[in-house]
């Protein structure tokens, strides 16, 4: 019993002194970061990033950026940290930290880097939610990061064409313009339901000018036959129906 008691009390201690021993290291922690060279920082993030350890990488660039706001290494730590911060996440601190990166330095051999990542974050943060959007009241649904993705992603191929990220960035524009494209059928298709004509029309007729070559496009087209049809238009219809058929003659119309 003796001996189980001084075993016990040896464990109590040892946890006490474990706990105790936290604040100093994380003392040592911060007082070791606070003294390392920028060099010593940016080579702490890369590790970090290698393993996977973000947050850490955040912390030791962040630091970089902080202390050393100027030179070629301070603008490497810049590009390591949107990275960082994307996955992380933090789409937010990536964004404006890419806004600032451009605006401090336009004309950067990595500007085109910086354009993809804009787009990625953008469209990363909208793509995984944007089902939700076609469930969603239509008054509460907002495309506004998938439309800033596709201004990036365009930006990007424009200014930088032959980029080595411009490939991806025109599938994603691609994408892009379909879910667009396919939203705004959403919203039509909504109007018609509600026989709501005009404004099905109106947002049929957006999709064909505005999207040519979607998936949505003959959709579109029925959409602006049907409702110009029932708004007793029967010219306007007809001549869509034209289009229809022309460029679409595989689709199967609908008797109306």
């Known amino acids: 019993m003796q001996k189980n008691s001084i075993i016990v009390l040896v464990l109590l201690v040892l946890s006490l002194a474990g706990c105790s021993s936290t604040p100093k290291e994380d003392s040592l922690k911060n007082t070791k970061i606070s003294s390392m060279t920028a060099q010593e920082l940016f080579d702490g993030a890369k ?8 947050t850490r ?11 050393y706001p100027f030179g070629r290494i301070s603008e490497q730590a810049k590009l390591e940290l949107i990275y960082a911060y994307f996955k992380k996440g933090d789409y937010e ?5 890419a806004d600032r990166f451009l605006r401090q330095h ?3 051999e990595n500007a085109d880097y910086v354009y993809y ?34 201004d990036n992603f365009k930006a990007l191929v424009e200014v930088y064409p032959e980029s080595k990220y411009a490939p991806d960035a025109r599938q994603r524009m691609i994408q892009i313009r ?35 070559k979607t998936p949505a496009v003959p959709s579109a087209l029925e959409i602006l036959i049907n ?3 029932i708004l007793e238009l029967p010219e306007i219809a007809e001549e869509y129906r034209k289009v229809l058929l022309l460029n679409y003659p595989d689709y199967k119309l ?3």
Do not use: C, W
């Open 227 to 229: 409702s110009y049809n």
């Open 178 to 212: 379909n879910m667009l494209a396919d939203y705004e059928l959403h919203v039509a298709r909504y109007y018609m339901q509600r026989d709501t004509y005009i404004a099905a029309a109106n947002r049929a007729k957006y999709i064909v000018e505005n999207f040519p």
């Open 57 to 67: 990488a955040i912390e030791l660039l962040e630091e970089i950026d902080t202390r």
């Open 117 to 150: 990542m804009k787009g990625v974050m953008h469209y990363e943060q909208e793509v995984g939610t944007f089902k939700e959007v076609f469930t969603a009241d239509i008054e509460k649904r907002d495309t506004t990061n998938i439309k800033a993705a596709f």
């Open 106 to 108: 336009p004309q950067h």
């Open 47 to 54: 590790n970090s990033m290698r393993s996977s350890n973000f």
């Open 254 to 256: 609908a008797e109306f």
């Open 93 to 97: 601190s990536g964004q404006a930290l």
